[in-house]
């Protein structure tokens, strides 16, 4: 009998990336790679590579737990995934990290850039509409674990520091910043006051290369001697920050391991994010088929770059498996120690039936899994680190310190390639948008942004 050249796993629904219309799609599985096939009515039939590593992709099922919803949901499920946004009843998943845009304008015009922002898009929030939005995602979490406030350039914006005093003065756990660093580089008094927000306070700073050509491509300018004043300064106050990647395939994807071994060299730095491009935005040129990377490629490269991690140190997280990755290393007397390999993952899930080899203990249990979680910030894991790894053989638990712990995250968003709208339930990284709803990061830019919305209105009428 005839036989398909690959092995069907699973079904799903996603979007066609031409119509962002809602279609049926498989997962297959096809030379030792995961593929999602799908068709269009009207576009007709496309293949997207969603993973390079079959063996991890089906490993994430077993990374899941039961589902933290918010207090507060902001809108009903009427038309269906994902155009209810947000957050509708149907979403699996409170915020472990809430991005806050008080602007939409940037003192750099990046061609990545998912929101278009540049020095005359748009226009800055009011401090009333930003407290307002900040007053939302408190009513939604209570306490709010991470916020992150964002842009465009939020350095640029005239009463940027009446935004962070009104943030602090909220049940906020954790405050970060998201910056492209020149306002940090330039300015060693706005650095000083950025440090009187510690604790829980940390800089979250654009970071894609080493080379000039290949931050022209990526942003638009020159900033080779940016970022390092930039991280000079930071240095400086011992200021906590997280070196963020925006990852292209042949662009900077052979600095993975480079980027890491500056950032363990850095006092200030505790820890990279990877972040493969998500399609959105001005990427006009950018060929999904040659040009994207996804999750799996990544983490193979990280451990193919920096070989002091192996496979044990890069796990799912049981937040979001489809879209994150973590792994933890404490860097002592110029050694790096990677952490995750003594974790057990059965101590990560609630709904593991496997036993738990700390003895049973429900507190160990709880801080396991809020290490391994978005919403959680170095500072805070310290905490739980130094509870979980007394118990563990070879490690000197009170050498967890702060400024000796270091993470990595790979954080891939959805598009409309590899929409999966059981992963999208999941998400957990969202947005407070200038309606005061909460709405996860991947649909925002899919569907909720100024430029979007006429599209999503029309997809609904045709919805119903």
Do not use: W
């Amino acid at each position: 009998m005839p036989v398909r050249k690959y092995t069907y796993y699973d079904f799903t629904l996603s979007l066609c990336p031409e119509c962002l219309r809602r279609v049926d799609a498989k997962i297959v599985f096809e030379n030792d790679k995961v593929y999602m096939l799908k068709r269009c009515p009207e576009h007709g039939t496309s293949k997207v590579l969603i993973a390079d590593d079959v063996e991890y992709y089906k490993n994430i099922r077993n990374y899941n737990k039961p589902s933290e919803t918010p207090y507060t949901f902001n809108t009903k499920t009427h038309y269906g995934c994902p155009y209810d946004c947000g957050l509708c009843p149907d979403h699996e998943q409170h915020s472990c990290l809430t991005v806050l845009e008080v602007t939409d304008r940037c003192n750099l015009t990046c061609p990545t850039c998912y929101a278009g922002s540049s020095p005359h898009y748009g226009r800055h929030r009011t401090l009333d509409e930003v407290k307002k939005m900040l007053d939302t995602i408190v009513k939604n979490e209570k306490e709010p674990d991470v916020v992150q406030i964002s842009g465009g350039e939020p350095t640029i914006h005239p009463q940027f520091f009446e935004i962070l005093d009104y943030a602090k003065s909220l049940p906020i756990r954790h405050l970060m910043l998201n910056t492209n660093g020149i306002k940090i580089a330039k300015d060693k008094d706005f650095v000083a006051r950025l440090k009187s927000y510690t604790p829980d306070f940390e800089i979250y700073l654009q970071f894609d290369s080493f080379k000039e050509e290949v931050l022209q491509q990526m942003r638009g300018a020159k900033l080779t001697e940016i970022r390092k004043q930039a991280i000079a300064n930071l240095n400086e106050v011992n200021l906590s920050t997280t070196l963020v990647v925006t990852l292209q395939k042949g662009q900077n994807d052979d600095e993975i391991g480079q980027i890491i071994e500056y950032a363990l060299q850095q006092k200030c730095v505790r820890g990279v994010t990877f972040q493969p491009t998500q399609i959105a935005g001005r990427l006009e040129n950018f060929n999904p088929e040659t040009d994207r990377l996804t999750l799996t490629e990544v983490r193979r490269k990280i451990l193919e770059q920096a070989p002091v991690f192996n496979g044990d140190d890069l796990i799912p997280v049981p937040c979001n498996p489809d879209a994150l990755v973590m792994g933890y290393a404490l860097k002592l007397d110029g050694e790096v120690f990677p952490l995750t390999r003594y974790v057990n993952p059965a101590d990560l899930l609630d709904n593991s039936k496997n036993t738990i080899v700390y003895e049973q203990d429900e507190q160990l249990h709880g801080k396991m899994i809020e290490l391994f979680s978005t919403g959680n910030s170095v500072e805070v894991a310290e905490e739980n680190l130094k509870s979980i790894m007394c118990c563990l053989p070879n490690i000197d638990a009170p050498n967890l310190g702060y400024d000796n712990l270091f993470r990595i995250i790979i954080m891939q968003f959805i598009d409309a390639y590899n929409f999966d709208v059981r992963a999208i339930k999941k998400s957990c990284v969202h947005i407070v948008d200038k309606d005061y709803k909460i709405i996860p990061f991947e649909t925002m830019n899919l569907f909720y942004r100024d430029d979007k919305k006429k599209r999503l209105e029309e997809l609904k009428k045709e919805s119903v």
